[in-house]
């Protein structure tokens, strides 16, 4: 089942452009963090890449365990680490010691690896990275489980007599989710380990459309190998720009979208085929990418979560820097304000509030505006004349000249 207060976040690969000041770049990231744990956003997520030269952090752990020091409450999560580039029994202590440093607000995302070139550099055969993540997988989930010695040989790593010396804060561990982005093998991992499910394809061309078959997937596999999946850990990532008004927020991100479609997707990486020739135009209609005011992102909001026939439990934004930064933390903000309750029921009673006490106006405020003429007559004083009041028929009413 759903959550019934949807989560917010962002997933924060990062995109930096080449040739703006990486040192900078990482110091904009932190404190955009800082920004969004003060306006009650739930999570970040946090890439791993090693090549390309945009999306620039080696080491989210290295982050979340700085930002464990400057936040209060964001969940911190790793968005994601590529687990065929770690031996997973290391995998598994950092993130019970990140456990532990946080307090139970790390997540730990699994994924194969996005950049080929990443693995290339390290040896590692792409057609190898999948199913080296799930074998990965398999030992970090036994090796949290805290039950007996794992014991696990594969043709890239060894586990002999393997044991965590610490258990993870969290009871009984922290939450584990597997990132899917346009093939089954995502989906299929999150259900065989009966984890959470990260849905990078959502945010991409046509990706909305196949939403619900990626759930029906996990949860076929789910229940294969005796497990359940749960909504309420599912989250779906996309992106999103909110200004005032539409065309404010279509004119605040048209350059640096372009920008970053022509020298990141197309000219570094030979425009994957899963990117679209006019990724903002197509975004925008497809439902995977959502610029506007706040009443057009909440209205794209309720339109992608039906496409999951069902509902998740968190909606991520892919952090790029398609506008300036006054008007990133602006969109963020104004999000948070307008758009974010609506999601998550915290409207319901200040709305009620509100309303009971309009339609109750006449006879709630009756004796009390008939004390306050009483007591400027126990002074021996007459109401001023701008607020001279007197009660007729029950019902309050200003009384002019």
Same mark, same amino acid.
Do not use: C
């Given at each position: 089942?759903?959550?019934? &207060?949807? &989560?917010?976040?962002?997933?924060?690969?990062?995109? !930096?452009?080449?040739?703006?000041?990486?040192?900078?770049?990482?110091?904009r990231d932190m404190a955009l963090i800082q920004w969004l744990d003060s306006l009650g956003y739930d999570e970040a997520w946090i890439g791993e890449h090693h090549s390309a030269g945009w999306e620039l952090i080696a080491s989210p752990e290295i982050m979340i365990g700085a930002l464990a020091e400057k936040t209060r409450h964001i969940t911190l999560?790793?968005? @994601?680490?590529?687990?065929?580039?770690? !031996?997973?029994?290391?995998?598994?202590?950092?993130? @019970?010691?990140? /456990?532990?440093?946080t307090k139970g607000r790390v997540i730990l995302g699994c994924g194969p690896g996005a950049l080929v070139s990443d693995a290339h550099m390290m040896g590692i055969d792409a057609t190898h990275q999948r199913r080296r993540m799930d074998e990965s997988l398999t030992a970090i989930m036994k090796l949290l489980a805290c039950e007996e010695p794992v014991s696990m040989e594969t043709d890239w790593f060894t586990l002999r007599d393997a044991r965590l010396h610490m258990a993870p $804060?969290?009871?009984? &561990?922290?939450? @584990?989710?597997?990132?899917?982005?346009?093939?089954?093998?995502?989906?299929?991992?999150?259900?065989?380990?009966?984890?959470?499910?990260l849905s990078l394809g959502a945010g991409l061309h046509g990706g909305p459309k196949m939403l619900a078959e990626q759930w029906r997937m996990a949860e076929g596999e789910a229940a294969k190998h005796g497990k359940t999946m749960d909504r309420g850990q599912w989250r779906l990532v996309v992106n999103m720009h909110c200004a005032e008004d539409d065309e404010r927020a279509l004119r605040d991100v048209r350059v640096g979208e372009e920008a970053e479609t022509l020298t990141y997707f197309s000219e570094t990486l030979g425009r994957p085929p899963t990117r679209s020739e006019d990724p903002l135009r197509d975004g925008l209609k497809a439902g995977s990418t959502l610029v506007g005011?706040?009443?057009t992102i909440a209205a794209g909001i309720e339109r992608l979560l039906a496409f999951t026939e069902g509902g998740a439990g968190g909606i991520l934004f892919r952090a790029h820097e398609w506008a300036d930064r006054e008007a990133t933390w602006r969109s963020f903000e104004l999000f948070a304000r307008w758009v974010m309750p609506r999601f998550q029921k915290s409207l319901t009673m200040p709305k009620?509030?509100?309303? $009971?006490?309009?339609?109750?106006?006449?006879?709630i405020f009756a004796p009390s505006m008939?004390?306050?003429?009483?007591?400027?007559? /126990?002074?021996?004083?007459?109401?001023?004349?701008?607020?001279?009041?007197?009660?007729?028929?029950?019902? @309050?009413?200003?009384?002019?000249?």
């Open positions: 089942m759903a959550s019934r &207060r949807l &989560r917010f976040g962002i997933f924060l690969a990062p995109f !930096h452009r080449v040739g703006d000041n990486p040192t900078l770049a990482m110091d999560a790793t968005g @994601v680490t590529s687990l065929p580039y770690h !031996h997973p029994f290391l995998v598994a202590q950092r993130f @019970v010691q990140l /456990d532990h440093m $804060w969290s009871e009984p &561990r922290f939450p @584990v989710t597997v990132a899917s982005s346009t093939t089954p093998s995502g989906a299929l991992a999150a259900g065989k380990h009966g984890v959470g499910l005011s706040p009443d009620a509030s509100r309303e $009971w006490v309009s339609e109750n106006r006449e006879t008939a004390a306050l003429k009483l007591a400027f007559k /126990d002074a021996g004083q007459e109401a001023p004349e701008f607020a001279r009041l007197q009660l007729h028929t029950g019902k @309050v009413e200003l009384k002019k000249g």
